[in-house]
């Protein structure tokens, strides 16, 4: 069992109808559901902000969602209010089969910093301990699926190359944004890292 699937942010919000719903967002669940089957180690990640979180648009009153600023931790876009916890939109696609998660990674909950990796805030420096979590069990090589491609997947997967996880992205079983070309960026980091685009 060193091989785990990570499913990325399959919420509400993130799905057609959500507050940052991702184009065909809902489309990609019965194939998750099928590669599950396929691991004896599957994780699901949750954005799980607090009300007013700092990444939101609507905290900063000069600002409109898809804005950039500029945070301590460097730059960040504005989002509209999504994902806030305990709420429907945080909650995950009603399709999604949750009962073979081994782990549900919640992150983007400190109201100052955004977290789009599964292992470390924006900041690049604090973790959450996925990473920790994975090696305690003997993990190696890791295959991501889910919602955004250019966004929580990508930096997802960028961060654990960086941990020096063997990472595979299932292209067919992820969606994007694309925001101002983010979409072909990502793919372009993801593979200069060795990322496995399949």
């Not at 990609?28 to 099928?34: A, E």
């Not at 983007?108 to 924006?122: K, L």
């Not at 654990?160 to 992820?174: E, M, P, Q």
């Amino acid at each position: 069992m060193t091989h785990a699937l990570i499913v990325i942010d399959v919420q509400n919000d993130f799905c057609p109808g959500g507050a940052l719903a991702v184009p065909q967002g809902d489309e990609i669940v019965p194939g998750i559901n099928t590669l599950m089957k396929a691991f004896d180690h599957v994780i699901l990640t949750q954005d799980w902000h607090p009300a007013g979180h700092s990444s939101f648009a609507s905290s900063h009153p000069e600002k409109s969602p898809f804005d950039m600023t500029e945070m301590p931790y460097g730059p960040q876009v504005l989002w509209p209010d999504h994902c806030i916890q305990g709420s429907h939109g945080a909650a995950f696609h009603p399709d999604l089969e949750t009962d073979r998660a081994a782990l549900i990674q919640r992150k983007g909950m400190n109201p100052a910093i955004d977290s789009y990796s599964a292992f470390f805030e924006n900041d690049h420096t604090t973790p959450t301990g996925l990473d920790g979590a994975l090696q305690s069990v003997g993990i190696t090589d890791l295959t991501l699926v889910g919602l955004a491609t250019d966004f929580c997947v990508a930096y997802s997967a960028l961060d654990a190359a960086k941990l020096g996880f063997k990472v595979t992205v299932r292209s067919d079983l992820c969606r994007a944004i694309d925001l101002n070309g983010s979409l072909a960026e990502a793919r372009d980091n993801m593979a200069a890292a060795g990322i496995d685009l399949s």
